[in-house]
């Protein structure tokens, strides 16, 4: 089992800036893969951004160039790094951990971008 908690969200304004946190815990030398993925109200939940175990990135075209995926392994932490938000990057966003046999969700951190 692998436990999730992101933090990090909140309110900000067109062209500012956000980081969010996801703490794991619990069987983390399991992990493979650590993603973001958002949920606009009315849509579907869609990857922005994911590191695997070896360190390799790949994010969704919407936020190249803008956001950044890491993480400090020493922390068990991935952070996802956001910059030049704009209105279109409101939703909920929900951190998950892959292992070879099960995916786990945290609960989601909402950011809001106003225009």
């Known amino acids: 089992q692998v436990q999730l908690v992101e933090s990090g969200g909140g309110l900000v304004q067109a062209g500012g800036s956000l980081r969010l946190s996801c703490a794991a815990s619990?069987?983390?030398?399991?992990?493979?893969?650590m993603g973001w993925y958002r949920q606009a109200p009315g849509s579907q939940r869609e990857l922005v951004a994911v590191?695997?175990?070896?360190?390799?990135?790949n994010y969704a075209d919407s936020v190249k160039g803008r956001f950044t995926i890491s993480r400090d392994i020493g922390k068990n932490t991935v952070y996802l790094e956001m910059n030049s938000l704009k209105p279109e990057d409101t939703a909920d966003y929900y951190c998950r951990a892959t292992t070879a046999r099960d995916g786990y969700w945290g609960r989601g951190t909402q950011v809001t971008v106003s225009s």
């Open positions: 590191i695997t175990r070896g360190g390799l990135t």
């Open positions: 619990g069987s983390i030398f399991s992990i493979n893969t």
